[in-house]
C-alpha cells in the first residue's frame, strides 16, 4: 500500500519523539516502514504521555484492589461504591506543558479533559478540585501571570459547566518557576449499574464522534509538548495549545448522560491527548476488536486538512461512542438535540487492525496491539543523587527573628497565606451539594441523596518529596488522609498525579521509584486503593528538574452529612488541644525553615504506618461522635500557624500556654504527619484515644502564647492582616 | 402551587431552582425550544451562562421560543424571578428596568453576602425590612440603569456588601406591576443550613407561593 | 457585502476593563495612553445593508448601555 517515494524518513520520526529503536519496532510490527498517517499515530500512542514508557513497571506495584472499588486503573476513570446503589468516579490529571506555554487555555482545557473522562464513564461530574505550582510570586512576574491566568481559566472553565471547584491547593517554590503545574482533579456520580465501560463490542458496530468539529488546535501536543523539556522557544509551540469552549462541553455531557439513561451505546470514550487516534484504539483494545474509520466523514472545521492531521487533532469537546447499527438513528436524534453534531464515521470489525480510509481510499492499517500494548516500557536505572539537586530557598526571616514576628511572616507567606483570593473566582455551590466550602474545614464536603457525605482532598508538598522522596510522599498520602479525618471521612480511594523530571536521569528515576515505594507503603498501611491516576514527566527546563511532586486526590465517605468537621474554633471556653503526635514535630524541609533559606536536608524523621492510621481512625471517629468542635490538622506552618488558622476562621481568639520548653521554635514550628488542633469540652479531649495534650482555651479577641514564661500575643487584625496576602496578587 | 424553571443550553442552577421551589410547591423544567409553559402558576429563569454568555450575557436567550410565552405571561401579570443570568435575560427581554455589566473587579466573584428587603412584589411579600444571607456568583452583576430613581428597589447590598459595584447598592429591582422580580444573588442556594449555612433563599419561593395561595 | 460594527460601551458608564486596559500598558513601558475603552467587532456578510440598523437595535448591541457604529 504505502508508495516508497513519500514515506517518512527516519529523522522526521525521531522529530516527532520517536527513539530510532521504536522506529524499527515499528517497522517489525509492520513488516514495513509506516506512512505518513500510520507514524503520526505510532508518534502519540508511543508517547510518553500515552504509553507510560518510563512508569508503566513502577504503577503496576501499587495497591488497587478493595471491597469498595467500581473500577480500578485502566478505564477513563477510578470509581468507588459509596451505597445506595452509586458510585464516585474520580481522577487527576495534569495539564502542566501546555499551561507553561498558555496558562488560561491549559488550565481550561485540563479542566475540560478530566471531566470527560468523568462523564465518559456515565458519571454526572459533581466537582473539581485544581492542584497548582508556581515559581516565588514575590520575585517573579512571570509566576504571578501565570498563577491569575491559571486560576481564570480554571474558574472559566468549572463555572461555566456549572460544575462546583471545592477544593484545592497551590504551592510557590522557585524550581517551578520554568515548570508550573496545573493538575486538575474531578469527580462524578453514577448509579453502578448505568456506568459503562470503554470496550468497543460488536463486529459491526457503527462508530459515532459526536461533539465539536475537528481543526487543527493541539497537532502534536502529546507527543511534542508533554515529552520535551521547555526553554526559549517554547513561544513556538503555542500553537499546539488547544482553546476550549465550556458551553460546548456543557451540552456534550448532558447529551453523553443522555444516551447513557435510554441504554442507547456499548460504549463510550473521550477524545483527550492524542485525539481520534487514542480514543479509537483504546476503545478496539479494550475490546479486542478492530476498527474501520473514515476521516472524510468527520465534520471538519478547516477546510483541506490531511488524513493525518484528522487522526491526530486534539480539538475539544468531542466524544466518540459505539452504538448498534438499530439505534444509530436515536443516537443522532438525541445529539441533534443537545445540538452537537453526531457522525458516524466508521464501524467495529474483527480484523483486530485500526483502518482508516479517506472515502473508499485506504490510508492507513495498524494491528491495534502494536499500536497501544506493544509500545515498549521501560526499566528506570535509579541513582541516589550524590550532590543537592536544589539551591537553597531564599532567606526572608533573618536570624533573630521573634515568635511573634515569625508567626505573622509564616501566616503571610505564599505557601500558607488564605487563599480566598483565589477560591472566590471559583464558584463552589453550583448543584447544591457543598456542605463545607473552602476555608470552612480540611476537606470538602458534598452531600450524597442518602444523606451520606463525600470528603474530598488533594496534597501533595513537593518540597518534602524533594528532601526524601520515599518519607515526602507517605507524608503526602498521610496529609490527605488527616484532611479527611479532620470531617470525619473514611478514605474510600486514591488517585494521583506523579509529576517529575526527565526519567532517563538517574537522579530522577530515583526520585520516582522512591516516590511510587512510598506512595505503595502509605496506601497500603491505610488500606486505601489506588484507582487510577496519570503521570507527567519531563518536567525539566536547563536549570534542572521540578521538585518531585507527587499530587494525592483522595475521596472517603461519612455516614452523616450533618456531623462533617469545621476547621475553626466554635465556642468561647473550649479547652484547645494538641492531639496525636507520638514523636516530636522537626524543622527539616518546614516552612520556617524555607523561610530561614536553610537547605533541604538529606531525609526526613521516619513514620510509623500502624500507629499514624490508629491516630487517623480516632480523629476521625470522635469527629463523627460529635466530640469536638473543631478538628484541624497541623501542615505547612507548624503548630502555631495551625491555632492561628482556627482562629481566624473561628473568629475569636484563644490563649494558650505551653509550659516549659527547650526547644520552642520546633515546638511551634515544626511539621510532622499526625498531628490536630482541635478544641471542645476538656473532658471530651481527654477521653480521645490518642496522644493528647491540652493547651488553652478559646475566647477573646487575641491569640495569646505562653511559653517557657514568656507571652506573645497577636490581635486578630493583626493575624487576618498577615493572612490576607495574596490578596495584592488579585489587584 | 407549580413552578416552571427555564432550562437554556448553558443553564446551570436550573436544577437547583427547581430543587428550592419544590420544597414549596412542585417544580417542572420548561425546555428553552418549547413554546409550553405547562400550566404553571410561576416562572422562574435561573443562573448559568445561557449560550455561553455569547454575544453580551442573556442576549441570545432573550429570543428563545419559551421566552415568548414567558413574556406573554409576565404582561398578564404572572409572576417571573430572573435569578443572575435569568436577570441578565430578563434585561434584556425588556421586562425589567437596567443592565447588567462586568463586575468592577473584572472577576468571577463567589461570596456569601447580606442583603436587605426594600421593597414588595410577589417574591418579597411581607419580607420587607428583613436582612437575608445570600451568595452572589457572577462575573457579570453590576447593575445599571440610566434612570435609578425609577427603578422599583427590592433588594440592596447590606452596607459594605456590595461585590460588584452596582448602582446605589442594587442587588434586585422588580417591573412596575410588582410581579416581576430580578435578582443577582442566587436564593436557591440558601434554602438548607445543611448546604448554605443559610435558609433565608427560601423565603422568596414561599412568599410566591402564598401570594398564589390566595390570589 | 461585507459589513463591521464597532460596539462601544456608552461614555459615561463605568469601563473597568478599560481601566484595566489603561492601567497595564505604561506597566510595559508605553507611556501617553489615556481615554481607553473596550468593545466589541461584528464581522458579517449581508445582502440588505438597509437591515444592520435594525440588527444591531435589536441583537448585536444593548442600546442601553451601548453605542454602536456601522462601518462599510
Known amino acids: ?731 | 402551587m407549580k413552578f416552571g424553571v427555564v432550562r437554556f443550553p448553558g443553564s446551570c442552577d436550573d436544577v437547583d431552582a427547581q430543587l428550592a421551589a419544590s420544597r414549596v410547591g412542585e417544580a417542572v423544567l420548561l425546555w428553552h425550544a418549547d413554546r409550553d409553559l405547562q400550566g404553571v402558576d410561576a416562572v422562574v429563569v435561573p443562573g448559568g451562562f445561557s449560550y455561553g454568555d455569547y454575544l453580551r450575557v442573556g442576549a441570545i436567550a432573550r429570543f428563545a421560543p419559551v421566552m415568548e410565552e414567558v413574556i406573554e405571561f409576565a404582561r398578564a401579570g404572572g409572576p417571573v424571578l430572573g435569578i443572575c443570568n435569568g436577570f441578565q435575560v430578563l434585561c434584556e427581554a425588556g421586562l425589567l428596568p437596567g443592565a447588567l455589566l462586568p463586575n468592577v473587579g473584572l472577576r468571577f466573584l463567589c461570596r456569601q453576602v447580606d442583603v436587605d428587603v426594600e421593597g414588595e412584589c410577589a417574591f418579597t411579600h411581607g419580607l420587607v425590612g428583613e436582612r437575608l444571607s445570600i451568595p452572589v456568583k457572577h462575573t457579570t452583576g453590576r447593575y445599571y440603569a440610566p434612570d435609578p430613581d425609577r427603578v422599583r428597589v427590592v433588594l440592596r447590598y447590606a452596607p459594605g456588601e456590595n461585590p460588584n459595584g452596582s448602582l446605589n447598592d442594587i442587588a434586585g429591582v422588580c417591573n412596575e406591576a410588582g410581579n416581576v422580580m430580578g435578582l443577582m444573588p442566587h436564593p436557591e442556594h440558601a434554602v438548607d443550613e445543611l448546604v448554605g449555612g443559610s435558609a433565608d433563599g427560601l423565603k422568596l419561593f414561599a412568599s410566591a407561593a402564598a401570594v398564589l395561595s390566595h390570589a | 457585502m461585507r459589513a463591521r460594527v464597532l460596539i462601544r460601551p456608552k461614555a459615561g458608564i463605568l469601563d473597568p476593563q478599560g481601566i484595566a486596559v489603561e492601567r497595564a500598558l505604561p506597566a510595559l513601558g508605553f507611556g501617553g495612553v489615556s481615554n481607553v475603552h473596550v468593545g466589541r467587532l461584528v464581522e458579517l456578510d449581508v445582502e440588505d445593508a438597509g437591515q444592520l440598523d435594525d440588527m444591531c437595535r435589536k441583537l448585536l448591541a444593548n442600546p442601553l448601555i451601548e453605542d454602536y457604529e456601522i462601518v462599510r
Not at chain 1, 64 to 76: A, S
Not at chain 1, 360 to 374: I, K, Q, Y
Not at chain 1, 488 to 501: D, M, R, W
Not at chain 1, 638 to 650: D, M, P, Q, T, Y
Open chain 1, 1 to 731: 500500500m504505502p508508495d516508497v517515494a513519500t514515506l517518512p524518513s527516519i529523522e522526521e520520526a525521531v522529530a516527532l519523539g520517536l527513539t530510532r529503536d521504536e522506529y524499527a519496532l515499528i517497522v517489525d510490527k509492520l513488516g514495513r516502514p509506516p506512512n505518513q498517517v500510520e507514524l503520526a499515530m505510532f508518534s502519540l500512542l508511543w508517547s510518553e504521555h500515552c504509553a507510560y514508557k518510563h512508569s508503566k513497571l513502577l504503577l503496576k506495584t501499587l495497591p488497587t484492589e478493595g471491597r469498595h472499588v467500581v473500577m480500578g486503573p485502566g478505564e477513563n476513570a477510578g470509581a468507588v461504591a459509596v451505597g445506595d446503589g452509586l458510585a464516585v468516579a474520580f481522577k487527576v490529571e495534569s495539564h502542566n506543558h501546555p499551561s507553561a506555554v498558555e496558562p488560561f487555555q491549559g488550565a481550561a482545557t485540563g479542566v475540560g479533559g478530566i471531566l470527560r473522562d468523568i462523564f465518559a464513564l456515565g458519571a454526572r461530574p459533581i466537582a473539581v478540585l485544581d492542584s497548582l505550582r508556581f515559581g516565588e510570586p514575590g520575585s517573579s512576574g512571570r509566576s504571578r501571570y501565570l498563577l491569575d491566568r491559571a486560576v481564570a481559566g480554571i474558574g472559566h472553565y468549572g463555572n461555566s459547566i456549572g460544575v462546583p471547584t471545592i477544593g484545592g491547593e497551590v504551592y510557590f517554590e522557585a524550581p517551578y518557576e520554568q515548570n508550573c503545574l496545573v493538575n486538575a482533579m474531578a469527580l462524578g456520580l453514577a448509579p453502578i449499574d448505568r456506568m459503562i465501560r470503554s470496550a468497543a463490542a460488536g463486529v459491526g458496530n457503527v462508530v459515532v464522534l459526536f461533539g465539536a468539529s475537528t481543526g487543527r488546535d493541539g497537532i502534536g501536543g502529546a507527543s511534542v509538548l508533554a515529552s520535551a523539556e521547555l526553554d526559549e522557544a517554547d513561544g513556538d509551540k503555542r500553537p499546539s495549545v488547544q482553546v476550549g469552549d465550556p458551553f460546548a462541553e456543557k451540552k456534550l455531557m448532558e447529551c453523553s448522560l443522555e444516551l447513557l439513561e435510554r441504554g442507547l451505546l456499548v460504549s463510550l470514550q473521550d477524545l483527550g491527548a492524542a485525539g481520534l487516534t487514542s480514543s479509537a484504539s483504546e476503545m478496539a483494545s479494550k475490546g479486542g476488536v478492530g476498527i474501520d474509520l473514515d476521516v472524510a466523514r468527520v465534520p471538519l472545521r478547516e477546510a483541506d486538512m490531511e488524513p493525518f492531521e484528522i487522526m491526530v487533532s486534539e480539538s475539544q469537546e468531542r466524544m466518540l461512542c459505539v452504538c448498534e447499527p438499530a439505534r444509530l438513528d436515536e443516537v443522532l436524534a438525541v445529539c441533534a438535540r443537545w445540538e452537537v453534531h453526531g457522525t458516524a464515521i466508521g464501524e467495529v470489525t474483527d480484523t483486530g487492525a485500526m483502518r482508516i480510509y479517506r472515502g473508499d481510499e485506504l490510508v492507513g492499517d495498524v494491528p491495534v496491539t502494536a499500536l497501544v500494548d506493544d509500545c515498549p516500557v521501560y526499566e528506570l536505572a535509579p541513582a541516589r543523587p550524590r550532590a543537592p539537586l536544589y539551591p537553597a530557598p531564599v532567606a526572608t526571616l533573618t536570624a533573630d527573628v521573634s515568635v511573634r514576628e515569625a508567626l505573622l511572616a509564616l501566616l503571610g507567606s505564599p505557601n500558607v497565606a488564605s487563599r480566598r483570593a483565589l477560591f472566590e473566582q471559583y464558584d463552589s455551590i453550583v448543584q447544591s451539594r457543598t456542605v463545607r466550602r473552602p476555608e470552612q474545614a480540611d476537606a470538602a464536603v458534598l452531600v450524597l441523596p442518602d444523606g451520606s457525605a463525600l470528603g474530598v482532598s488533594i496534597d501533595g508538598n513537593g518540597r518534602r518529596v524533594a528532601a526524601d522522596p520515599y518519607a515526602g510522599t507517605i507524608a503526602a498520602v498521610l496529609e490527605c488522609a488527616a484532611n479527611l479525618a479532620c470531617v470525619g471521612a473514611e478514605p474510600l480511594g486514591v488517585t494521583n498525579n506523579l509529576n517529575f523530571g526527565n526519567p532517563e536521569k538517574p537522579h530522577v528515576a530515583w526520585q520516582l521509584s522512591e516516590a511510587v515505594r512510598g506512595l505503595g507503603e502509605a496506601c497500603r498501611a491505610l488500606g486505601v486503593p489506588v484507582t487510577g491516576g496519570n503521570v507527567s514527566l519531563y518536567n525539566e527546563a536547563a536549570a534542572g528538574p521540578i521538585y518531585p511532586t507527587p499530587v494525592i486526590g483522595m475521596v472517603g465517605q461519612l455516614p452523616d452529612a450533618r456531623g462533617a468537621g469545621r476547621l475553626g474554633f466554635a465556642r468561647e471556653g473550649d479547652a484547645v488541644a494538641l492531639v496525636g503526635w507520638n514523636a516530636a514535630p522537626s524543622l527539616a524541609a518546614s516552612e520556617l525553615s524555607k523561610l530561614r533559606g536553610e537547605p533541604l536536608p538529606d531525609a526526613l524523621p521516619e513514620v510509623d504506618l500502624a500507629r499514624e492510621r490508629a491516630v487517623l481512625e480516632a480523629i476521625r471517629d470522635a469527629v463523627r461522635a460529635g466530640a469536638l468542635s473543631s478538628c484541624h490538622d497541623v501542615a505547612e506552618g507548624g503548630f502555631l500557624v495551625a491555632v492561628a488558622e482556627a482562629c481566624l476562621a473561628g473568629s475569636v481568639g484563644a490563649t494558650l500556654d505551653l509550659g516549659a520548653s527547650d526547644d520552642a521554635w520546633t515546638l511551634l514550628f515544626g511539621e510532622r504527619p499526625g498531628g490536630f488542633v482541635v478544641s471542645g469540652r476538656r473532658e471530651a479531649l481527654e477521653a480521645l484515644d490518642v496522644p493528647v495534650e491540652v493547651v488553652g482555651t478559646v475566647g477573646g479577641e487575641e491569640l495569646k502564647l505562653t511559653i517557657s514564661g514568656e507571652t506573645t500575643r497577636w490581635s486578630l487584625g493583626d493575624l487576618s492582616a498577615a493572612h490576607a496576602a495574596l490578596a495584592k496578587l488579585f489587584p
